[in-house]
């Protein structure tokens, strides 16, 4: 077996955001260990990612994000301040006073988008989607999301109007031509659009279920830093299309919505039988991040989003190998590091047992968060 990745100081310095005279000062004080090579020191990445998740839990839950001393951006939340519309208590996610979990298996998506817009969980229809004509080269699904509501933008001729009346409207508008960007046409309810858009041609339609609850479980969290981003345009007066595009540029990183993207390509490397631990460890050495798809700190044990998820994604024959890949590495990463499987991971695991790829997830969890 080939011996598991290790860091070099400056690497292990960099993931944790600290100066390397910092690191030998903890290694110094036994909190991390290193071994000596003829080449300099080098640290587990395991090892390195549970110190970093132990210091992360010590920190102040209303720390604010920043650039730590070596430049390098501090994984941590903006702050924990609870939106118009949810409330995390007790290890669960509440929509206005409902488990979100109830939620996703009473409602549909389109109701429950009535029910935060307008107060009442109504079948409201949302505008038929038509696809965009042409793909650009290196475009990524998320920058189609962007392009098709420009383009919606620039047919609306109430675009400005932040009517209550008129926003209702508006937004089932965004919401649709989201779908658009992702390749859905046609005007059945959005779940089903964005399935025929997302997977193969001919696919057995068994995960639009799954789909309709993944986008109602990721309607809001907390204060995130794209709901920050479409709350500072909304404040200037921006039209509603320029709030969620603001949104949409934020969430456009490793660290926010593209995060279920890596985790899916960190579950391939286990299903092509790659030992967990290696993948793991690979992973941290070649990214200098923490592991995509684990840990969320408003939650003390796994993310309720991602159990709802799973669950809905046990009996399907489709998902097992990729729901046994999540087995192993939350067993590696519970034990090694005390990080959960967030909802990154679980969008991952879904996109993958449907057969997307792996630039579905951030596209699903756009649509999904408009809403909100």
């Known amino acids: 077996m080939d011996p598991l990745p290790r860091l070099t100081a400056e690497e292990t310095a960099a993931r944790l955001g600290i100066k390397v005279e910092t690191l030998y000062a903890y290694v110094s004080r036994g909190s991390i260990a290193r071994e000596r090579t003829p080449s300099g020191s080098s640290f587990d990445p395991l090892e390195i990612e549970k110190f970093a998740a132990d210091r992360?839990?010590?920190?102040?839950?209303?720390?604010?994000?920043?650039?730590?001393?070596?430049?390098?951006?501090?994984?941590?939340?903006?702050?924990?301040?609870?939106?118009?519309?949810?409330l995390i208590e007790d290890d669960e996610l509440y929509f206005r006073g409902r488990a979100v979990r109830e939620l996703a298996r009473e409602h549909s998506f389109e109701q429950v988008a009535s029910w935060i817009w307008e107060g009442a969980f109504a079948d409201e229809a949302f505008p038929g989607s038509r696809p965009l004509a042409e793909s650009l080269e290196g475009e990524t699904l998320l920058d189609r999301l962007g392009r098709a509501i420009a383009r919606q933008a620039a047919e609306d001729p109430l675009r400005y109007d932040l009517d209550r009346a008129v926003l209702a409207t508006t937004a089932r508008r965004i919401v649709a031509a989201e779908v658009s960007g992702a390749g859905g046409?046609?005007?059945?309810?959005?779940?089903?659009?964005?399935?025929?858009?997302?997977?193969?041609?001919?696919?057995?339609?068994?995960?639009?279920?799954?789909?309709?609850?993944?986008?109602?479980?990721?309607?809001d969290h907390d204060l995130a830093i794209s709901t920050l981003a479409a709350r500072a345009a909304a404040s200037a007066r921006s039209s509603i299309y320029g709030a969620v595009q603001s949104a949409l540029g934020a969430m456009d990183s490793a660290l926010h919505g593209n995060a279920s993207r890596e985790a899916a390509g960190l579950l391939r490397r286990v299903m092509r039988d790659e030992q967990p631990r290696s993948a793991l460890a690979a992973l941290v050495a070649e990214t200098g991040r923490a592991v995509p798809g684990f840990g969320q700190p408003m939650y003390r044990g796994e993310d309720p989003r991602a159990t709802e998820i799973f669950r809905l994604l046990r009996g399907h024959d489709a998902a097992a190998p990729v729901l046994a890949a999540v087995a192993s590495l939350a067993d590696e990463m519970r034990s090694r590091v005390g990080r959960h499987p967030n909802i990154d991971l679980a969008l991952a695991a879904f996109t993958l047992s449907a057969g997307m790829t792996d630039d579905c997830g951030p596209a699903i969890f756009a649509i999904g968060r408009t809403v909100g």
Not at 66 to 85: C, E, F, N, S
Request: aromatic content about 4%; overall charge neutral.
């Open 185 to 219: 046409a046609g005007d059945g309810e959005i779940a089903a659009r964005l399935w025929d858009a997302l997977v193969p041609r001919g696919s057995d339609p068994w995960g639009i279920p799954v789909l309709d609850a993944a986008l109602v479980l990721l309607i």
């Open 56 to 86: 992360a839990r010590r920190r102040p839950a209303a720390g604010a994000a920043g650039i730590g001393k070596t430049g390098h951006l501090a994984a941590r939340p903006l702050m924990v301040l609870d939106t118009d519309i949810a």
